[in-house]
C-alpha cells in the first residue's frame, strides 16, 4: 500500500498516456492516472460487441443515422406516425372520391341538411314503390328472345328482375346521424362548425303538403322519423331535481314572504314589549362583491375592481380557485353578463389559450334580492405553456363611472413540464455536452500526435545508416532491457529530472547514471521511495504478461447476481400486488352482492309483515351475517362479470409486470 500511494504521488501522467495505455498488472499506481483511458477502451470493447462503429470525420456516410426529436419519447413517435398514417388515408380517399376533407365528414354543417335533405327523398320513393296498387300493376319487363346475325348465335329472352323491396314487399330503413351534444365533442361548438343555419327545402310547405299526402305509404316503410337531438342524456341540476321530487309535499316559501314574516312577528314583539325598533333601510340598488360594497346612488362610485388570479400546475392536472363571491344587497334584481377580451390590446394572439384551459360558468344570469353566487374557475391545461385570459363581469344597473364599467378578472395559467420530462429533457443535453467534450478531446489528441514527427532527435555517431530513436538508443545503452513505448522512457527522464541538479545536463539514457543518482540522495527514505519507482518502471521492460482486461469484465458474476435479486424483487412484489388486487375486486363486488341480499330480504319482509319496522329488526338479527357473505363470495366467483374483471385487471397487471422485468434485464445488461 506505501508503495502504490508513492508512485501515484510523484508519477503524473504525461501527454505519452494518452497514446499508448498503460494495461499490465505490475503497476498499479499507472491504472489511477490512466483511468479515463481504461474507461475508453472497454467502452471501445462493448461498442465492437455490439456493432457501434464511430465513423471518421474526413468523409460523409450514408450509414449515419439521424437522431430523432421522438426519440426520447415513445408517446410522441406514436402520435406523429397516428398523424401521418390520417393524412395518406385522408389522401387516397380525396383521391378515389374528388372530395375536400370537409365534405367527408358525415357530421359537418355543409353536408347535415344534404343528409337529411337525401334520407327525406329515398323515404318518399319506397314510399311510392312499395304502394300495393304500385306493385299489383307492376310488370316485368321481357326481352324476346332474337336472332343475332353477326355473330350467328340464338339470344334468349331476358326476364327484367325486380329490387329486393318490390320482391320482399317491405324495406327496413336506418336514419342515421349523431345528437348535438355528441357532434358538439367531436366537431366543436356551432360557432366553430361553420354554422347551422337549416335548408329552406326540409321547412318548406310542399313539402309538408306532400308528405301528409303519402302518410299511409310512409308508416308502411317506417313507422315513425326519430328526433336523434332528443336521444341524448342531458343532465339536470341536483337542486332541481330535488326541488321537483318533494315539490307535492313541502311548499316553497319565497324571499319576499320571509321578510314579509318576519317583519310581522318583529312587530308583534314590539307591541307586546312597548318598545320601538327601527328597522335599516335596504337600497333599491346594491352589490357585494368578494369585500367589497357598491350602492347606486345619484352620483356612480369612483372604485373599481380588478382582479388578477394566477394558476400553476402540470399537464393534465386540475386546479379550482374561486375568483369572485357576488351577493345582492338591494331590492331590484341585477343582471350579469360575462364578456371576453384580449388580454393584451395591441397583440390580441400572445399568449391565447387553444385548448379551453379556464374553464367556468360564463353565461349571462341574475340575481335576485339578498341571493348569492360564487365564480368559480377550473384550469386543466394540455400542454407546457403559459396562457391568459381575460373576462368582464357587466352588471345591469352599472355602478362605476369608469370607461371600463365592468368588474376585470385577469387569469393567469402555468403549466410546466413533468419531472419525468424535464429530466429526459437533461439527459439528452448532458449526452449531447459529453459528446462534444469527447470530440473535442479527441481532436486536440489528434493534434498533438501531429506534432510528434516534427521534434527531430539529436544526432548520434552510429555505424548505421539511419538515425536512431530514442527506444533503440535506450536498449543499445542498456542491454538486457526491452523498451517497447515512449510513455516508459518519458517517466524516467521525469525521474531524472526530479533527482538532478539544475545545472547539470540531461539523461543519457543510461541507468546506471539514475541509479547514481538515486544513491546520491542523503535521506534513506527518498533513496527507498526513488530506487521503488525506478525498478518499478524498469520491470515493465522485462516482459511481465498484459492484464487480462476481457476475462475479469465479461466473466462477471456480480452483474449475473444483481439481475437476479433484481428479477426476484419484482416477482414478489407483482405477485402481492396481484393479491391484493383481487381482494379489493372481491371486495367492490362483494359490496353490490350484498346490497342487492338486503334489498330482497327487505322486500320479502315488507310483503310478508305488512311493511312491520319491528318484524325486519328481527329478522336481519337472526341472520348469520358470515355465512351469508361466505355463500355470496362462493356465488360471487361463478359470475362472468366478475370473471371478466378479473381477467382484464390480471392481464394488464402482468403485462406491466413483464415490462419490468424485461427493463431491469436490459438495464444490468450494461452493468
Not at 321537483?244 to 312577528?265: C, F, M, P, T
Request: hydrophobic share 35%; charged share 30%; net charge negative.
Amino acid at each position: 500500500m506505501a508503495l502504490n500511494s508513492f508512485i501515484n504521488e510523484f508519477s503524473p501522467p504525461s501527454s505519452a498516456t494518452l497514446e499508448q495505455p498503460d494495461l499490465t498488472l505490475g503497476r498499479p499506481g499507472l491504472l489511477v492516472h490512466n483511468r479515463h483511458i481504461i474507461m475508453e477502451l472497454v467502452n471501445r470493447i462493448f461498442d465492437n460487441e455490439r456493432g457501434n462503429v464511430e465513423l471518421s470525420s474526413s468523409h460523409c456516410s450514408s450509414v449515419a443515422k439521424k437522431s430523432s426529436e421522438y426519440s426520447y419519447d415513445n408517446r410522441l413517435k406514436y402520435w406523429k406516425d397516428v398523424l401521418e398514417q390520417r393524412k395518406r388515408v385522408q389522401a387516397s380517399i380525396q383521391e378515389k372520391t374528388g372530395k375536400e376533407p370537409a365534405q367527408v365528414l358525415f357530421n359537418r354543417a355543409v353536408t347535415v341538411d344534404e343528409r337529411d335533405k337525401q334520407t327525406v327523398r329515398r323515404l318518399m320513393d319506397y314510399a311510392e314503390r312499395l304502394n300495393p296498387l304500385t306493385i299489383m300493376h307492376r310488370r316485368e319487363r321481357v326481352l324476346p328472345e332474337y336472332f343475332d346475325c353477326s355473330t350467328c348465335q340464338q339470344v334468349q329472352e331476358l326476364r327484367e328482375t325486380l329490387p329486393k323491396a318490390e320482391r320482399d314487399g317491405e324495406k327496413i330503413v336506418e336514419i342515421t346521424g349523431l345528437p348535438s351534444v355528441t357532434k358538439e365533442e367531436l366537431l366543436g361548438k356551432p360557432k366553430e362548425q361553420g354554422g347551422n343555419k337549416k335548408s329552406d327545402w326540409l321547412r318548406s310547405k310542399v313539402l309538408e303538403q306532400r308528405i301528409g299526402e303519402k302518410r299511409e305509404d310512409l308508416e308502411r316503410v317506417i313507422e315513425f322519423y326519430p328526433d336523434i337531438d332528443k336521444l341524448q342524456v342531458v343532465g339536470e341540476s341536483f337542486d332541481k331535481m330535488q326541488t321537483l321530487r318533494h315539490n307535492a309535499d313541502i311548499l316553497y316559501v319565497g324571499e319576499e314572504q320571509i321578510h314579509k314574516i318576519s317583519q310581522d312577528s318583529i312587530c308583534e314583539q314590539n307591541t307586546q314589549t312597548g318598545a320601538v325598533v327601527e328597522q335599516p333601510s335596504q337600497p333599491d340598488c346594491g352589490v357585494r362583491i368578494n369585500e367589497h360594497v357598491f350602492l347606486l346612488s345619484e352620483k356612480r362610485s369612483a372604485k373599481y375592481v380588478e382582479l388578477e388570479v394566477r394558476f400553476e400546475c402540470e399537464p393534465f392536472e386540475k386546479v379550482v380557485k374561486r375568483v369572485l363571491h357576488l351577493e345582492n344587497l338591494g331590492k331590484k334584481v341585477l343582471s350579469f353578463e360575462w364578456v371576453h377580451r384580449p388580454y393584451y390590446d395591441k397583440n390580441s394572439n400572445l399568449l391565447k389559450g387553444c385548448d379551453d384551459e379556464f374553464i367556468f360558468e360564463n353565461k349571462p344570469f341574475r340575481l335576485i334580492s339578498g341571493e348569492c353566487m360564487d365564480v368559480v374557475v377550473q384550469f386543466q391545461p394540455r400542454r407546457a405553456d403559459i396562457t391568459k385570459q381575460k373576462w368582464m363581469l357587466k352588471i345591469d344597473p352599472q355602478f362605476f363611472c369608469r370607461k371600463v364599467d365592468a368588474v376585470v378578472v385577469r387569469l393567469s395559467g402555468k403549466c410546466k413540464p413533468a419531472p419525468d420530462y424535464i429530466g429526459k429533457i437533461h439527459a439528452v443535453q448532458s449526452e449531447v455536452l459529453e459528446k462534444s467534450n469527447t470530440k473535442m478531446v479527441r481532436q486536440i489528441t489528434t493534434r498533438l500526435a501531429s506534432l510528434t514527427p516534427l521534434i527531430k532527435p539529436p544526432e548520434v555517431i552510429c555505424p548505421y545508416k539511419r538515425t536512431l530513436t530514442e527506444l533503440e538508443l535506450f536498449e543499445f545503452t542498456n542491454p538486457g532491457y526491452r523498451c517497447e513505448r515512449y510513455h516508459d522512457i518519458q517517466l524516467l527522464k521525469e525521474l531524472h529530472q526530479r533527482l538532478k541538479k539544475p545545472r547539470e545536463p540531461a539523461w543519457d539514457l543510461n541507468i546506471e547514471t539514475l541509479k547514481a543518482l538515486v544513491l546520491r540522495q542523503e535521506s534513506a527514505d527518498k533513496r527507498a521511495l526513488y530506487f521503488n519507482e525506478m525498478i518499478s518502471i524498469l520491470d515493465q521492460m522485462r516482459g511481465k504478461p498484459p492484464i487480462e482486461f476481457e476475462e475479469k469484465i465479461l466473466d462477471n458474476t456480480e452483474r449475473e447476481r444483481t439481475c437476479y435479486v433484481y428479477v426476484r424483487g419484482i416477482i414478489s412484489a407483482g405477485i402481492d400486488e396481484w393479491e391484493e388486487l383481487t381482494l379489493t375486486i372481491e371486495e367492490a363486488f362483494l359490496k353490490v352482492a350484498w346490497k342487492e341480499y338486503m334489498e330482497i330480504q327487505y322486500t320479502q319482509s315488507e310483503d310478508g309483515a305488512g311493511g312491520d319496522a319491528e318484524n325486519i329488526e328481527l329478522l336481519l338479527n337472526e341472520l348469520d351475517e358470515d355465512e351469508i357473505k361466505m355463500w355470496l363470495v362462493k356465488e360471487l366467483r361463478h359470475r362472468k362479470a366478475f370473471r371478466d374483471t378479473l381477467y382484464m385487471q390480471t392481464y394488464t397487471h402482468l403485462c406491466n409486470f413483464i415490462e419490468d422485468i424485461v427493463s431491469v434485464i436490459e438495464s444490468t445488461d450494461i452493468v
